[in-house]
């Protein structure tokens, strides 16, 4: 503050002197010159060229008007012009000038333009600039000054930062402090980042070597900030503020380029203390009318330190504490492109249900999640972000619901360029372990993942209700140990699975040791079963077709063979049993068939299944009573 200031005065004083000298010439010319070698002088060793187009005289007051004024930075004359203004009068002290001094009680401006440049090379319009700072001094006296219809820019190009106010007033008053208020709505642009400013408030009062601020209030068209507390006026400004935040997160999103939030906003209060270019910042913020996706009411505190030489904002404890998640975080945001961007933090909970359901999933994973996570991006390009985090999951149901899926046990989450991929080390959900990987690239499903359970009979009622079915998906008891082989396909509003089921010593109604090999392609219309096969006691049962899954009376297209089996043994007619001849498990009354089937000696069986789940019908082809079933 202090050099601008200084300019301030040095260009007054300099317009002063040539008023002055045409004032003064017949009755103090000699002093009049020296006062304006002076004044001139000390102009140009702060930098800078004055022109005019007139300068009129009035000896009521007295007071100088000066008509088109323009203030050029000398050593750079291709920047644009620092000041120009279309009038500004000076009011001089008369009892000054009698006793031979020179004394400005009042500057006055209409119209002034201000617009500061500061190249990527550092040069800038800006006068001293290139002169490095100097010691720790007191502000200078600042006369009277009034301001009209301003308007101010500035362009920061090392940054990427451009601030502009069309229309603006300034009031400076010795002995009560300045004002300034901004009378039409400007922006501030970072990096391409535009954000509109409504208003910008600020009172001060002067003391000596520093600026007390009793009020700076800054609008936003949805945000505002308001705050008071010092400012220094060295060399090196600083600032011990202390205030209130509104921070609308559409607004607030859009700005930080990150995915854009319906509604709601963020209040709270902060400290900002230390130099400008190592600004620290402490807030602490609490949500209101954020929309219910687990962070509708959130308690943020937040310590970081902006740095203005290093480009970059050192964070050094984020904490969120919200319905769906508690977790800190620490690292370190670049504010340049080249730059990189990190956060390492660790979860102590977040309730993956409640975020599942919030973000809209087609499934909800049921489970709590606990551990750590990391993230990095370039600059500000939060967009490209990539990450891991590493988590124990705790089933939060006893059991699985219409697409709601508990699970327990490790499962890792690593995202880069928007595709995701989920690592499972031994998942326990639907009754079974799982392990594998499934990836996500925007939205398209792909990975493998393998899966064991120790009982089938425990698994498919689990797998009944994640489905959402109120039929059983097998019309018989089944017990026994099965393994499973998933490959994933298609999107995730739209899943595909190819699956591989394999299971050699099953417990199925009343015979055990059954043995299945199975393939099937899933999708959330069908199940297209490839080919199921059964095998007992020599006996081998193939099934081929479709099973509909969009109800529970969907449709049933299913052909199956039997070889070496029975018309009893197949069907479950009610007739004696043959000793001689191996039986094949009997499936269960089929609806529709009502005729006895007489017993036959090993033979071919065919026969088609259709209907629906709820109501099959069963069309007998008919036995070949040969040797091979041919």
């Avoid at 120009?84 to 119209?111: P, Q």
């Avoid at 603006?168 to 400007?186: K, M, T, Y």
């Avoid at 208003?199 to 007390?212: C, D, F, M, P, Q």
């Avoid at 199956?560 to 043959?578: H, K, R």
Wanted: charged share 15%.
């Amino acid at each position: 503050m202090r050099r601008p200031a200084k300019v301030a005065i040095a260009v007054c004083a300099a317009v002063v002197a040539i008023a002055v000298f045409l004032w003064l010439v017949v009755t103090r010319t000699s002093a009049a010159k020296d006062y304006i070698a002076g004044r001139i002088a000390s102009v140009r060793e702060q930098g800078l060229a004055l022109d005019f187009e007139d300068l009129g005289i009035s000896l009521v007051g007295p007071s100088v008007t000066v008509n088109g004024l323009v203030v050029r930075t000398q050593p750079e004359p291709e920047f644009p012009p620092l000041l120009s203004a279309k009038t500004v009068r000076l009011n001089l002290n008369m009892g000054a000038l009698l006793r031979g001094n020179f004394a400005l009680d009042e500057a006055v401006l209409e119209d002034p333009q201000v617009y500061a440049v500061i190249t990527e090379r550092g040069g800038s319009n800006l006068p001293g600039a290139r002169s490095g700072g100097g010691g720790q001094a007191a502000m200078p006296a600042i006369p009277r000054l009034r301001a009209t219809n301003g308007s101010f820019r500035l362009d920061d190009r090392r940054d990427g930062v451009s601030i502009h106010l069309p229309k603006w007033r300034l009031s400076v008053e010795p002995d009560s402090g300045i004002e300034f208020q901004s009378s039409e709505p400007g922006s501030v642009t970072y990096r391409k980042r535009q954000i509109a400013v409504d208003e910008i408030n600020l009172a001060t009062r002067i003391r000596a070597g520093a600026v007390e601020i009793d009020r700076l209030e800054v609008k936003t068209p949805e945000s505002s900030i308001r705050a008071s507390g010092t400012a220094g006026t060295m060399d090196r400004p600083t600032v011990n503020l202390r205030g209130f935040v509104t921070l609308d997160l559409p607004e607030l999103t859009r700005i930080a380029g990150m995915p854009p939030a319906g509604s709601g906003e963020l209040k709270g209060t902060f400290t900002a203390t230390g130099p400008l270019d190592q600004l620290r910042l402490r807030t602490v913020l609490h949500g209101n009318d954020i929309p219910a996706t687990g962070f509708e009411s959130p308690t943020v505190n937040a310590d970081f330190t902006y740095q203005r030489q290093r480009g970059r904002i050192d964070v050094h404890s984020i904490a969120v504490n919200a319905p769906v998640a508690d977790f800190t975080a620490e690292g370190a945001v670049a504010l340049h492109r080249t730059g990189a961007s990190a956060l390492q933090g660790r979860i102590g909970r977040i309730d993956l249900r409640q975020l599942t359901a919030g973000l809209k999933a087609p499934y909800i994973l049921a489970s709590h999640g606990a551990g750590t996570a990391q993230a990095r991006w370039p600059g500000l390009a939060f967009k490209q972000a990539s990450g891991s985090a590493g988590l124990q999951l705790t089933a939060l149901l006893p059991s699985a619901a219409p697409n709601v899926l508990p699970a327990s046990g490790p499962l890792s989450v690593a995202v880069q360029s928007g595709r995701i991929r989920v690592s499972l080390g031994g998942l326990d959900a639907l009754s079974a372990r799982w392990n594998g990987n499934v990836a996500v690239d925007f939205q398209k499903l792909g990975g493998t993942v393998r899966g064991q359970t120790s009982d089938a009979g425990r698994m498919l009622p689990q797998l009944q209700a994640f489905l959402g079915r109120k039929q059983p998906l097998v019309p018989v008891n089944v017990r026994g140990a099965a393994s499973f082989v998933v490959n994933l396909g298609g999107t995730t509003q739209r899943p595909t699975a190819g699956l591989t089921v394999n299971a050699p010593a099953l417990n199925v109604g009343r015979f055990d040791n059954v043995a299945l090999n199975a393939r099937a392609q899933y999708t959330p219309a069908q199940l297209r079963v490839q080919q199921a096969n059964l095998r007992w006691r020599g006996q081998t049962l193939t099934v081929q077709g479709n099973v509909g899954l969009q109800s529970d009376a969907a449709p049933l297209d299913l052909t199956a063979y039997a070889e070496g089996a029975t018309s009893a043994a197949l069907l479950g007619a009610n007739v004696p049993q043959m000793p001689a001849v191996p039986s094949f498990p009997p499936i269960p009354s089929i609806p529709g068939l009502s005729q006895q089937i007489p017993q036959l000696p090993r033979f071919a069986l065919r026969a088609h299944v259709g209907g629906t789940t709820a109501a099959p019908r069963v069309t007998f082809i008919g036995p070949a009573a040969n040797g091979n079933g041919r």
